[in-house]
């Protein structure tokens, strides 16, 4: 692979070359050697073909037409056991760092600044109004005339968000004094079980009382607290809230609007209490 060779195509080929010749020749140096300049592999490969644009038959087309300009030169055709080999030659004006920068004087280090405005020596010649000696002229700003937001008793009125504090600081309703961080949703589950005799800590922070609350609108206030109370039975050591999760997923959710209870099936005779059969014969079977 030539990158010295492909960055000499790009600064010193020919400038009478075509955009289509310039670029199948930056791909032939691609493929060629930095100091030979002669290409290794086939130009008819596709990568040549895809890198150039070209067709096959165009390829030969813009070689001719480089070989004419100066640009490549044929060195062997191609044969049965052999691919045809084209070489890229040393361009007349490559450039080169011996050729002198051409950029104008005053871009140079050594040449001193000719813009006399910027020079040390020279003075601001810009308006007066913005020097430090310059009084401010701008009537609004002069001493002379009353700031309208002071009243005439010269005592500032002062902002009222600044030193008097709102409504809603002084006066805080007192479900938010007595709530103590629970959600007012959460409040009714954590006194009945406290009233029930369970003293549990509640962990929940932020967000995780999210499923708390969604528990409480599914089931009801009364089947959690009735759950958890049964649950301390069985076990009297519980410390945290948290135990009582599962189980309250697993309640049934709360009748929908409208749902009444189902109808029983009346006994005839009513209801009896259950007494032993008179006949004993029905014990002879071991029953």
């Known amino acids: 692979m030539g990158i010295r060779l492909i960055v000499e195509v790009l600064t010193s080929a020919p400038e009478a070359l075509t955009h289509r010749e310039k670029l199948l020749l930056v791909v032939l140096a691609e493929d060629a050697n930095d100091d030979t300049r002669t290409t290794w592999n086939s130009v008819e490969r596709p990568e040549v073909l895809r890198g150039a644009k070209l067709s096959r038959s165009q390829l030969y087309a813009v070689l001719k037409s480089l070989a004419a300009k100066g640009a490549v030169e044929k060195l062997a055709a191609g044969q049965k056991n052999g691919t045809a080999k084209y070489k890229i030659p040393v361009f007349a004006v490559p450039q080169c760092p011996e050729i002198p ?19 040390p020596g020279i003075p601001d010649t810009d308006a007066g109004g913005q020097r430090p000696g310059n009084a401010d002229t701008e009537p609004s700003q002069c001493p002379g005339f009353r700031d309208v937001s002071v009243p005439e008793s010269g005592t500032p009125t002062p902002h009222p968000l600044s030193t008097t504090p709102s409504t809603s600081q ?12 629970y959600p007012d949703a959460a409040l009714p589950l954590v006194e009945g079980i406290t009233a029930a005799g369970i003293n549990v800590r509640w962990p929940f922070k932020g967000d995780q009382w999210f499923p708390v609350l969604a528990l409480i609108t599914k ?13 301390a039975v069985r076990n009297p050591n519980i410390d945290s809230a948290k135990y009582f999760m599962r189980g309250w997923s697993e309640l049934p959710p709360l009748p ?29 079977n071991g029953f």
């Open 101 to 119: 920068d051409t950029d104008t004087p005053p871009q140079r280090p050594s040449s001193p600044d000719t813009e006399g405005s910027q020079r």
């Open 170 to 181: 002084q006066e805080q309703p007192a479900t938010e004094q007595l709530s103590y961080g």
């Open 219 to 231: 089931s009801g206030v009364p089947a959690l607290v009735d759950h958890a109370v049964r649950a």
């Open 256 to 284: 929908r609007p409208g749902a009444e209870r189902p109808p029983l099936r009346a006994v005839s005779g009513g209801w009896q209490p259950f007494t032993n059969p008179t006949d004993v014969s029905a014990y002879s």
